[in-house]
């Protein structure tokens, strides 16, 4: 019996050749493109919706970068992709730097669109809760604290305001500035960046410190508006008690920031109507 000759696959069946593997090194965008995109990343939320949320910003803010695809600005292969990043998206606006770095990345890196989908939907969730813990839970309630003990200390309304402004967008802006890069360098294996400590312990740091910072910054601003030499204890027992009966009530209805923003605000409006 004679050996089997093997069959000719044809051409249907021939092998499909690799996607190219993602670069080692960062992309090397011109110094201008990069400016582009990361000042268009603090306009990201300016056409939101709730339609797409985000979709048509982070379109916005990758379109620069896609210029340099084959076929330059008006290229099938720019217009395939920025039609493909102006859809939904739901991330932290902050956070959503290291989502628009990172599709950058895969773009221009020929990674196939479909696992760009893919990779695009798997980053909402992740940007989206880590942001929201980091900033809008301990962050800015943080920076609002600190505006109140510059009240209580006796700065006027333009230091107070001043000081927490200053405070909350060097940090805003200096986590924009990281999420772009570290999008651009990782690519699509930007995943490991989210374990980053400032991302895992940053929340839980930033209640200890606006604990401390609230426990000395409410007596001061209390003493000032009240008076020094008017300040009772039961006085003071009683704001304590009310309070602690309006945080519990609230409980779960009213987030940590909106307390303490509303609490600057109250002591921000007395100082200057004194």
């Known amino acids: 019996m004679s050996a089997a000759t093997p069959r000719d696959p044809g051409p249907s069946a021939a092998p499909v050749p690799p996607s190219p593997p993602p670069r080692a090194t960062p992309v090397a965008l011109p110094f201008g493109t990069r ?8 306009a990201i939320q300016a056409s939101w919706n709730y339609e797409i949320l985000l979709g048509t910003g982070i ?3 990758t379109e620069p970068a896609l210029r340099l695809l084959p076929g330059g600005k008006g290229g099938p292969a720019y ?7 102006s859809q939904y998206f ?9 989502a628009v770095g990172a599709l950058i990345r895969a773009e221009l890196d ?7 989908e893919r990779f695009r939907t798997a980053l909402c969730g992740p940007l989206g809760s880590v942001g929201d ?4 839970a301990a962050w800015l309630p943080f920076c609002s604290l600190v505006g109140l003990l510059l009240f209580g200390l006796g700065a006027g309304p333009g230091w107070v305001v001043g000081g927490f402004l200053v405070l909350y967008n060097v940090g805003h802006f200096a986590l924009r500035a990281w999420g772009l890069r570290v999008g651009l360098e990782r690519g699509m294996q930007v995943a490991g960046a989210l374990g980053n400590p400032v991302l895992r312990y940053g929340p839980q740091w930033l209640s200890q410190a606006a604990a401390f910072t609230g426990g000395a910054a409410l007596p001061l601003a209390l003493s000032r508006a009240v008076g020094s030499g008017r300040v009772l204890l039961g006085g003071v027992v009683a704001t304590v008690v009310i309070g602690a009966v309006l945080i519990t009530r609230l409980h779960g ?5 909106r307390v303490a923003i509303g609490a600057l605000a109250a002591f921000v409006l007395y100082s200057l109507l004194r």
Do not use: D, K, M, Q
């Not at 400016?35 to 603090?42: C, D, G, N």
């Not at 813990?133 to 809008?136: I, M, N, Q």
């Open 35 to 42: 400016a582009s995109i990361f000042l268009r990343l603090l």
């Open 59 to 61: 379109g916005f803010c």
């Open 79 to 85: 217009r395939a992709a920025l039609a493909r990043h």
């Open 90 to 98: 739901n991330a932290h606006p902050y956070l959503a730097a290291v």
């Open 110 to 116: 020929g990674t196939p669109p479909a696992r760009i």
């Open 133 to 136: 813990r980091l900033v809008w």
């Open 253 to 257: 209805r009213v987030e940590g920031w």
